[in-house]
Every structure is written in C-alpha cells, then in structure tokens.
C-alpha cells in the first residue's frame, strides 16, 4: 500500500512516500523569505508553498523510485496550522486523488508528530505519554493507540518555541532562534542567571510570564552595560534554556506520577533541542523510564510523520471525501 503525504501547515513544504509503513523518501524545503520578517508571514507561506509544492512531490516520487500510476491514497495536513498554506497542500492532494482516482487521507499534524516515533524502531508501547514541544504548542499526550490520543496537559498562552522564538529574537538573533539559542547555550553556564516564573496548576504550562521577565532583565542588564548581551550571549543562552527545559520536565514528572506510565517519549521542533534531549536521558534514568527520543530529521515538520500517521488511519479504514476542508484549529 503506497501513500504519498503532503504537509504545508507553516514554513516548510514537505512530501513523502511511504510503502507499507516504510517511508521510502522524505523532502522538505524550508522557506527562507521569513528570515527579513523575524516571523512566518503568512501569505508569503502560500505563495511558497504554491511555488515548491510540485518540485517536491517529484521529488519525492523520483527518490521513492515510484510514479504517481503506484499511489493507493494521497494524504495532507487537515490541520492545526496556517488556512492559507494548509489550503495549498490539501487542494493540491484533493486534485492528485481526483485525477488518479484514489482515495484521500486528512492528517492531524499534532498527531504526526506523536507517530513520528514510529518511523523506526524502536517505538514506544501503548500507553505512553508524549510532551510534544513545538512552535505553536506545548502538549503532554497520553497515548493509548495510534489513533487513541488524550491531552492531559497543555499551555495556557504562549508555547515553548516561541518562548524559544522570542527570547532568541530580543537578543537579535535571527528567526527562528531556538537552534541558535540551543548552539550558544552548549558553550554557557546554565546556572549564571535565572528568571522569575509562576508555577501553573496541574499539568498546565505557562510560557509568557518568563518571556516577559527576560524582556525586563536585558532592559535592566543592557542599562547596566551596553555590551551585556555581546559579552554574555553563551550564559544567556544556556539559563534561558535550562529554565524553559526545567519547566517541561517538572510536568512531565508530574504526569508520569499521576498516570504510573513510564514509557515516555518527545516530539516536535523543540524535541531537536540538544538540552532538552540530555535531560530528558537523565531524568529518565533517575525515574526509572524508557525514554524515547525522536531523530532529528523527524523532530521538526516534515512529510515522513504525516505519511506514518496516514498509513494507521488507513488501516483504520479512515479516510477523507472530497470536500474535506482545512482546519487551522483541530483536535484529536
Ligand atoms: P506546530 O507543530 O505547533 O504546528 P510548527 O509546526 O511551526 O508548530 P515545528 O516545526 O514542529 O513547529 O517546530 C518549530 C519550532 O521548533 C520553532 O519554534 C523552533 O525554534 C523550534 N526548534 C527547532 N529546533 C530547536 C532547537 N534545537 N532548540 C530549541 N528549539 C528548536
Ligand atoms: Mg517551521
Ligand atoms: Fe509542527
């Protein structure tokens, strides 16, 4: 059973194909005109999406060594995420399907990025919990099957790449700055300073309280000394990050207490991050999980997991009509 997968929820254009749940090729192309922006700007998305959608499906094609005549189903990004560039990918497979005359499969992003962690061995049992960290959210998931997915704990305002986005921004690093500020803190003291932070009940988070009080410590810190942040950059980094990373963990502690599930895994653009990984492995270690952390290619978007979590709706027999439509706020 060959599935070709499109995800255009944000910045990246990414298809892949899959042959029996085995991806067979994953190509995403990373949109460049945001940088000038400090920020995805959204209309700009659609139209790169638009221009790269067909180069990167051949792509993907060709590197499956496969032609579209092989496909059994075509599947996209249903949502969460931007209208207009979830727009792009799900008009471009509703137009695949209908020509070649297969069946359409709608894909919950969030998801995908969960069964991500199924793209090779070895993956997690059910059930597990999976705090999934990203640009526009900030989960812990309990996952009782493929498909079967229950939130336990989520943020309240901001999620924690952006809380990794704008940090990175007020210290003039360019977008998106959460792997530089992970590339800067590798080489700092995670302890030289710390930021206020109010705890949130149960399994909430909270991330724009500590965003502010970073924007009130560079005020007070760049009045002090003008160079502070050209002087500091590695310590800034590495204490900013280690806070951020502190308040996953507490959570994360928490619902592994609360649920007795000690099978625990990441995903999401934010799991790329070299501290939260570490960490992860040692607070792992220190409560007795098994942790299960994603490859890199597989932590930030691509077209690898949507392909994966296509190949289990298909199974389940869950597919989309044609006239489906984009959700930029979904659920489970
Ligand atoms: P969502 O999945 O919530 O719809 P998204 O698709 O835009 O949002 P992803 O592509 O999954 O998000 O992740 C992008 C985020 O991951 C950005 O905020 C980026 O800064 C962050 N990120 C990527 N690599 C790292 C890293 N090494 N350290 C910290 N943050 C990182
Ligand atoms: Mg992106
Ligand atoms: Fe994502």
């Known amino acids: 059973y060959t599935i070709l997968a499109i995800e255009s929820s944000c910045d990246e254009t990414s298809a892949a194909v899959c042959i029996n749940g085995k991806i067979q090729s994953n190509i995403i192309a990373t949109q460049t005109v945001h940088q000038k922006y400090?920020?995805?700007?959204?209309?700009?998305?659609?139209?790169?999406?638009?221009?790269?959608?067909?180069?990167?499906?051949?792509?993907?094609?060709?590197?499956?060594?496969?032609?579209?005549?092989?496909?059994?189903?075509?599947?996209?990004?249903?949502?969460?995420?931007?209208?207009?560039?979830?727009?792009?990918?799900?008009?471009?497979?509703?137009?695949?399907?209908?020509?070649?005359?297969?069946?359409?499969?709608?894909?919950?992003?969030?998801?995908?990025?969960?069964?991500?962690?199924?793209?090779?061995?070895?993956?997690?049992?059910?059930?597990?919990l999976c705090l999934t960290v990203s640009g526009g959210h900030t989960q812990i998931v309990k996952v009782n099957d493929y498909l079967d997915m229950q939130i336990i704990g989520e943020t309240q305002d901001d999620a924690v790449g952006e809380a990794f986005?704008?940090?990175?921004?007020?210290?003039?690093?360019?977008?998106?700055?959460?792997?530089?500020?992970?590339?800067?803190?590798?080489?700092?003291?995670?302890?030289?300073?710390?930021?206020?932070?109010?705890?949130?009940?149960?399994?909430?988070?909270?991330f724009s309280g500590i965003k502010t009080s970073f924007m009130y410590f560079l005020r007070d810190k760049t009045l002090q000394r003008s160079d502070f942040i050209q002087?500091?950059?590695?310590?800034?980094?590495?204490?900013?990050?280690?806070?951020?990373?502190?308040?996953?963990?507490?959570?994360?502690?928490?619902?592994?207490?609360?649920t007795g599930i000690q099978e625990i895994a990441i995903a999401g653009g934010v799991s790329a991050n070299s501290g939260l990984r570490k960490q992860l492995t040692e607070t792992g270690a220190l409560y007795n999980w098994k942790v299960y952390i994603p490859k890199f290619e597989y932590c930030t978007d691509n077209a690898a997991m949507i392909a994966m979590a296509a190949h289990y709706k298909a199974l389940a027999g869950q597919f989309a009509s044609q006239d489906v439509t984009p959700l930029p706020r979904m659920d489970f």
Request: glycine fraction near 8%; charge should be positive; charged fraction near 15%.
């Open 38 to 128: 400090g920020g995805v700007v959204p209309e700009l998305a659609s139209r790169a999406h638009q221009q790269h959608i067909i180069p990167v499906v051949n792509q993907a094609i060709t590197e499956a060594k496969i032609t579209k005549n092989d496909l059994h189903a075509v599947a996209f990004t249903r949502g969460p995420g931007l209208l207009g560039a979830l727009l792009v990918g799900s008009s471009f497979a509703k137009a695949l399907a209908l020509g070649l005359k297969i069946p359409l499969i709608g894909v919950n992003h969030m998801q995908a990025h969960i069964l991500a962690h199924f793209i090779d061995d070895p993956a997690p049992r059910f059930p597990f």
């Open 165 to 206: 986005d704008k940090t990175a921004k007020l210290l003039d690093l360019p977008y998106p700055g959460g792997p530089l500020i992970d590339k800067y803190a590798q080489s700092g003291d995670p302890k030289a300073f710390t930021f206020p932070n109010v705890d949130m009940p149960g399994l909430s988070f909270s």
């Open 231 to 258: 002087n500091n950059l590695p310590d800034i980094c590495a204490s900013i990050q280690h806070t951020l990373i502190q308040i996953l963990m507490k959570k994360l502690v928490k619902a592994s207490k609360e």
